[in-house]
């Protein structure tokens, strides 16, 4: 009777678009208590926009949009350009806001990405950098000036992207994601399920907390690198909770192992989906607490 009752709930998962690996991660579902959320991709919709461009001018930051400026152009174009050659959803986010000001981009040279950090290039001769503050100041660019800048834009939930041309701080921009309506009933219902919501994210505290209080996350975990949100999953184990991961992303794969169950948003690379031992084909959140409800109802009928 174990084989068929699992059958049935893959079958029954799959009608609402939650693909379950075989038994063994059916079974694992049942013991989870703690569901870890990406942000950006998973729990937001993933297509950032700018929303703010100041630039920095004798030392102290303009207080109005400066995306029509002489100056702005230059800033823009370059920092555009250099974006052009990531794929990041922010970097994606900046192209698309320079294009919109009919701006041609130029063509970057020695473009380096650093994950959970940003990006560094040369643009017409130019040394650019964008990215957070320890990008800044691991290339010795201060960030004072417009600190209070940004904190007012994460405090908004927004995302600040520092620029940083030939070493100098030279503007800021604030890129905005919008939260998926569906996260806030899936959040729920995982609270009704007696699970709590962790967010874990490479993006900026504020920021992170900005969005996680509309959506009533328990948990912030954020300004993680990359390699770092292994480390978080396996603290939380040694905690003793079973976790469940939900992430879309490619930076997401190892954490996503590392997890008890790791679920994957079908919108988000192979590589994730191929990590994951849950995929939810619905890109939303709704399929966690549908799929734990699952386990837990199907481990019930065989025992
Ligand atoms: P998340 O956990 O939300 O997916 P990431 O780990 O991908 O975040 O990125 C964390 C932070 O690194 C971003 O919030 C941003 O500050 C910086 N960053 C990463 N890639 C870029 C980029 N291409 N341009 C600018 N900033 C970037
Ligand atoms: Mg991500």
Redesign the pocket.
Known sequence: AVPTAVMVATGQGANYGILIKGGEALQRLEKIDTVVL????TITAGRPEVTDFLLLSNGSDMATNQSTSLAGHHVLRTAAAL?RA?E?P??EA?VRYAAERGLNLPQAHDFE?F?????VGVVDGEIIL???PA?MKKRGVTTEPLKATAERMSKEGK?P?WIAIDGELAAILAVADTIKPSSIEAIRKMHDEGLRVVM?????EHTSHAIARQVKIDEVIAG???AGKVEAIRRLQGEHRVVAMVGD?V?DAPALAQADVGLTMASGADIAMDAGDVTLMRSDLNGVAAAVTLSRHTMRVIR
């Open positions: 990406d942000k950006t991709g974006e990531s990041h922010l970097a900046v990405s994950p959970g950090l940003g990006v964008i990215g957070n990008l995302t992207l874990l994210t490479g993006d900026n993680v690198l990359p992303g930076n």
